[in-house]
């Protein structure tokens, strides 16, 4: 898995919601609500007044660990809380904080301990199972994650958040017509939901809805223009549909918003690659951008398979090969990786024939990797040609096509090996096929 995808997975799961929830509905005090920062200084105030009158009330102490938890001071949270929870056990809210702050922290064990006490004490304490999905998601223990998030929306059917915490789960699960409908429902009860609008844009996006998805990042657009992550979505959905022009200008606009960002840098390095490919501009647009993500962040899968193929298309092949393994350290099960390793090593045969050896085995580490991937079985073929293979080639050939029927690459390489069989009218036909594609 990409960066990008990964990223994007983890947005529609994050732990960011729209309408919010109280630790109960009828929270002991005004720190149960998350406030402006005067609110909150306000609320801290009397909090530190309370402990001051009586040190030993359970309930400012939840006071303060809510507001040290709402101003990300987690350590001197945790103590508020469990001197709140060791003063009174059965204190659902406080159980429920710590867990909430457990949550935060990412220590599973703790808060699934802590949230479990909760629903046992008050099965339909909704704000405890919401976080319990949150948490199970974290973990990637999906089906107990929808579980929760079930009970939650079984309680309290027009919490957005369950719905859109539940569609991100079913995201993860590849279950995109579930995680479809629970971001519409997410957004039937809440339409400004900026984040569940993001989120159905990448569920069409991943679902190939290329138009439903431009139309929804519009949309969140006009509700948070001043958003990132917005135009770089957007930059990729125009980038999936060849719109190379418009993609630059949505990448140029999170540019600017985030200032130099290493994941803006990558979307216009991907967008001035394909725009090289089409004869449009010189590589070393693309080059300057992926090196740039580079000396950003210097473990951007993404940005060194661009700069490898940049390299590739310059004939430095060494370069290339560097910048793919390093690619394969960082995130060695991509296909993609090993698909552009195995071009390297093909090229490289004019110089030294015993890298044929190597292009096999990284187009065969790709298909291993992703059996439906046309690229790799293309590369696969063009060796096994090389090689004098041309039943195994052919083969190759009609699996690429089989899973890309508009596959030129292919076409030629069936033209190739029928022409080296001596059949010319097949091969005819084969290259007459790639040359309508062209």
């Not at 990223?7 to 529609?12: E, R």
């Not at 007044?49 to 309930?59: C, I, Q």
């Not at 079985?377 to 699996?399: L, P, T």
Request: hydrophobic share 40%.
């Amino acid at each position: 898995m990409s960066e990008f995808i990964r990223k994007v997975m983890d947005f529609l799961g994050r732990d960011k919601g729209s309408d919010g929830f109280l630790p109960s509905d009828s929270p002991s005090c005004l720190c149960g609500i998350y406030g402006t920062k005067e609110e909150i200084e306000e609320a801290e105030e009397n909090c530190k007044k309370a402990l001051d009158v009586n040190p030993g009330h359970a309930d400012s102490y939840l006071c303060m660990g809510r507001i040290l938890l709402a101003q990300g001071a987690f350590g001197a949270a945790e103590e508020k809380l469990l001197k709140a929870v060791e003063l009174n056990p059965d204190y659902i809210d406080a159980l429920f904080c710590l867990g909430e702050l457990y949550v935060k922290r990412k220590k599973v064990k703790e808060a699934e301990e802590a949230l479990k006490k909760v629903v046992e004490k008050k099965p339909d304490y909704t704000g405890a199972h919401i976080l319990l999905g949150r948490l199970y998601f974290v973990a990637e223990r999906f089906s107990e994650a929808v579980s929760a998030y079930k009970r939650a929306i079984g309680l309290k059917p027009q919490y957005a958040d369950s719905h859109f915490g539940l569609g991100g789960v079913y995201v993860n699960m590849g279950r995109f017509s579930e995680a479809e409908a629970e971001h519409k429902k997410a957004l039937r009860i809440n339409p400004d939901y900026v984040d569940a609008r993001i989120g159905l844009a990448w569920i069409h996006y991943f679902m190939g809805r290329l138009k439903e998805a431009e139309k929804e990042f519009i949309a969140a657009v006009a509700l948070k223009p001043g958003e990132a992550e917005i135009y770089s979505g957007l930059g990729w959905v125009y980038y999936r549909q060849g719109m190379l022009d418009e993609a630059e200008t949505e990448f140029l606009k999170a540019q600017q918003i985030l200032g130099k960002n290493h994941e803006a840098h990558a979307g216009l390095g991907w967008t001035y690659y394909r725009m090289f490919i089409k004869g449009q501009i010189e590589i070393g647009a693309a080059e300057k951008e992926f090196t740039e993500a580079i000396k950003i962040n210097p473990n951007i899968a993404d940005a060194h398979i661009g700069l490898g193929w940049a390299n590739y298309h310059k004939d430095n092949l060494e370069a290339a090969e560097k910048e793919f393994l390093k690619a394969v350290e960082i995130n060695p099960d991509f296909a993609e990786i090993h698909i552009g390793l195995g071009w390297a090593y093909y090229r490289w045969v004019s110089y030294n024939k015993e890298r044929i050896n190597d292009a096999e085995r990284e187009f065969d580490l790709a298909i291993s990797m992703d059996s439906q991937n046309p690229d790799a079985h293309v590369g696969k073929g063009w060796v096994h040609y090389r090689q004098a293979r041309y039943v195994e080639a052919e083969k190759a050939f009609r699996k690429a096509l089989s899973l890309k029927k508009d596959y030129g690459d292919a076409f030629i390489g069936l033209g190739c090996v029928y022409e080296k069989k001596g059949d010319k009218k097949r091969a005819e036909a084969e290259y007459k096929k790639a040359r309508k594609l062209n």
